[in-house]
C-alpha cells in the first residue's frame, strides 16, 4: 500500500513499499507543462527538461550526470507532457540514495549555462524539424490543434521553430522559477526501500527550499464546433489520418467507461476496428485507437495508416464502425473480454518500480489524490454495455468530429465529403 506524507513547505512524498524487490525508482512529477506557456514561451517546458541534464553544482556535465546512474545499471530519463514534466531514476535498491540524490540535484541545481541553452536550443529545432518531418507523428499534432484551436492544448509540447529561436535565457529562468517550488513537486518512490528512509532523505535534499502558490492554467471550452477537417497534402507513399473526439477528463464519472469503448473500438487485434479495417477488408496496416484524459478535457483519437487511394473508404469504414457502437450496446461476450483486456493490461504495465512510481507521482501531480489499482478494476468491473452505448451517443457525434490527414489528396473536399455523408 502507498502512503503519502505532505511536507511544511507544500512538497508531497509518495512511498509504495516492496520489499520483495530488488530495485528502487523514484520520480519527481513538476506540475508544468505545455499548457502552462503562452504562445512566445511555447516549449519552454520541455526546453527546461532537456536543460536540467546538462549539468549541475555537483555534476558538472551531462556525462558526470548519466555515469553516476548507468555506472550502477541504472537508468535515468525525462519527458514532458500537456500538463506535466517528470524526471525519473531506476536502480539497485541499495543505490537508492545515489538515485534520488541526482534525480533531486538536477531538478534543483542545475547551472543553466549559456553554452548548454545554446546547444539544447539547436537539439530541439532539429527535435521539431524531425515531428514536421514524419507525417505519422505530425498528423497528431494537426489534429490536437484542431481539437483545441487557439488554446495551449492545442500547441506543440517542443514549441515552434520561431519560440525557440526567440526564447531568452531570462524568460527560461523566470518560468522555470515560477514552477519548480516544492508547493508544485511530488516525489513518488516504489521499490525496495522503506518509508521513514525515503522521507528522510527527501527532507534532507528539499530542506531550506520554499514552496509558492500554484500556477493556473486556461480551461478548456469545447463547443459544437465541427465537424472540421484539416489536410496537408504531401507526395508519400501512405497516408496518415486521425479522428478525434474531445473526451472526459480525469476524473470524469464516465471516464472507465470511456475506457472500455477505447478497448471495443481499437486496442489489440481483436478490436472492431482492427478486425474490420485491416483484417476484414485490408485497407490499412495500422488502424487503432486511444484514449488521452487530462485534468478538464480529453481526447478520443482513431489513427490509419493507408493507402493513400483507400483513404476516403478508410473513413468511411471508421465512421460505420462508429455509428454501429452508438446505435447498438455491444454484447455481453465482447464486454467481458474489454473487461479481462484492460485489467490483464493494467495488471501487466504495473508489475515493475518504475510503472508504480510513475503511476503514484502522475496521480498526484494531475488530480491530488491516487486512485488505488484496486478500486480502478471495481470500477471497470461495474461498467455495463448501456454506459459504454451512452458514452458514445454522448461523444461520438459528427459536430465534434475533428479530422487530420496528411497524404497526396488534392484537398479537403473529398474528406468532408465523406465525413459530411456519413450516418455518424
Known sequence: MFSIESMGNGLRVVTYEMPQMRSASCAIWIGAGARYETPEISGVSHFIEHILFKGTKKRKDNLRISQAIEGVGGSINGFTDKESTCYLVKVPASEFLLGIDVLADIVLDSLFQDESIERERGVIIEEIKMVRDRPDSWVHEMLEDLVWPDHPMGRSIAGTLDSITAMSKEAILNYFRAFYHPGNIVVSVAGNISQEEVNRVVTGLFQGREGREKKTFAQVDIGVQGPSVRVENRDTKQANIVLGFPGYSRLHPSRYALELLDVVLGQGMSSRLFQEVRVKRG????????????????????????????????????????????????????????????????????????????????????????????????????VTAEEIQSVAKDLLRKEKLSLAAVGPFEGEDEMMGVVGSSVL
Open 283 to 382: 485497407l490499412a496496416y495500422s488502424v487503432g485507437s486511444q484514449y488521452s484524459p487530462h485534468q478538464d478535457t480529453g481526447l478520443l483519437r482513431i489513427y490509419a495508416g493507408v493507402d493513400p487511394e483507400r483513404g476516403e473508404d478508410t473513413v468511411e469504414v471508421i465512421l460505420e464502425q462508429l455509428a454501429k457502437i452508438r446505435e447498438t450496446p455491444i454484447t455481453q461476450d465482447e464486454l467481458r473480454m474489454a473487461k479481462d483486456f484492460y485489467k490483464g493490461s493494467l495488471s501487466l504495465r504495473l508489475e515493475d518500480t518504475l510503472s508504480l512510481a510513475l503511476r503514484h507521482g502522475g496521480h498526484m501531480v494531475l488530480s491530488g489524490k491516487i486512485i488505488p489499482v484496486e478500486e480502478v478494476l471495481e470500477r471497470i468491473e461495474a
